[in-house]
């Protein structure tokens, strides 16, 4: 439904995704709160989580928010297909992590440290 | 042909829009197309920050601090984990809200309602610069440099001030953008448009917090 005059739309649904958003942001600041993944100290699950929440409400802002969902699909596709190349540089830093860290951990010893200090608020 | 091309729809309609010789994006004000290239451009400029700060967290042997306790708050004797920043995605998902309706009320050329709702995402956008600034102290009193911190991987202090700067530079020029054209708005610079304006404010606006969404849960949350 792309016009002439614009993006018209009732009210009524920007409330409705206004406090959606909100109920998804509160939903991620939960994974934190109850500290989801340190507490059994393996973190796929709060990995998953963290993605599912993110891409709700990225979804939301971009179909409804700036109108995408009712824009022509030579519009869509121009803004979504480049960043999906994106995914290909993720793919490789992700596929080369291990390597580096090897790398540095055999052959330049560099110290594994599993935790890190625990944080005080003291201003130095 | 131009009304040849607008009416089919489907796959079938990406290859006649590119094809048609005239305006590709139908129903899109140019300002609007070029808000949306510029939007585009800024969503590489923000992925690759956030591809290198998966990277150099992935491959560094030291641990990287905990940010659930780096950014806790303690309030009435009670440490509550990321607080500041769960008030600051909070504050930022109220602006998108009043954006959004000034987007709406401008179709409607509700003028005084448009101009009042961009105001007020102003408002909360400088509100959130405010929060920003406050966080960017205490991570600097209690020794945190691009170089070092006393918690863990250096490359923790250099990840946060490169993505939230940029980020927080992203959310003061939409401060100003905000205003400018809210009181052009207000003057009547656009009263012969649709008020198209206001919705290309507001994509930028919208991208903004769009762009929190992933530095939240990359960086604060992961």
Known sequence: ?124 | MAEAAAQSTGLASIAKDWSSDVTTFKGVPWGKAMMWIFLLSDTFIFGIFLTSYMTVRATTAEAWPNPSEVFSLTLFGTTVPLLLIAIMTFDLITSSGTMALAVNYGYRRDKKKAVIFMLATAFFGFVFVGMQAFEWYKLISEGVRPWGNPWGAAQFGSCFFMITGFHGLHVSAGVVYLSIISYRVWRGKYDDTNFEIVEITGLYWHFVDLVWVFIFAFFYLW
């Open chain 1, 1 to 124: 439904m792309s016009s002439d005059v614009g993006q018209q739309h009732p009210l009524a649904l920007y409330f409705w995704i206004w406090g959606l958003l909100f109920v998804i942001s509160a939903g991620s600041y939960l994974i934190d709160f109850f500290q989801v993944g340190y507490d059994v100290g393996t973190m796929e699950l709060r990995w998953a989580l963290i993605l599912v929440f993110m891409f709700l409400k990225a979804g939301y802002i971009v179909a409804v928010f700036m109108h995408l969902k009712w824009e022509r699909l030579a519009l869509i596709y121009a803004l979504l297909l480049p960043p999906g190349v994106l995914m290909v540089l993720v793919g490789l830093m992700a596929w080369e992590a291990d390597y580096t860290w090897l790398t540095r951990v055999v052959y330049f010893g560099a110290e594994v440290a599993p935790q890190p200090a625990p944080v005080e608020h003291v201003i130095h």
